[in-house]
């Protein structure tokens, strides 16, 4: 892969971005899914919780074509 992966083996970064699940949820031992879409400066502009896997794609889509629109734009 063209990237670094991340092993998060203490569940830090998991708490940090708000998948760590808690003792008391299903399957306390996998993380929640969780998409952040950043700006071109690296900065995190919408936090998503999946819950519908099939349309989360275009979701996440049509937000970056918007964000994208903004940034060419000047806004």
Do not use: C, Q
């Amino acid at each position: 892969m063209p990237f670094r992966l991340l092993s998060d083996v203490d569940r830090a970064v998991g708490t940090v971005y708000e998948t760590k699940r808690f003792p008391e949820e299903a399957s306390p031992e996998y993380a929640k899914r969780g998409t952040y879409l950043s700006d071109p400066e690296g900065r995190i502009v919408k936090a998503y919780r999946v819950r519908d896997i099939p349309a989360h794609p275009d979701e996440v889509l049509r937000d970056l074509r918007e964000l994208i629109d903004g940034h060419t734009n000047g806004s």
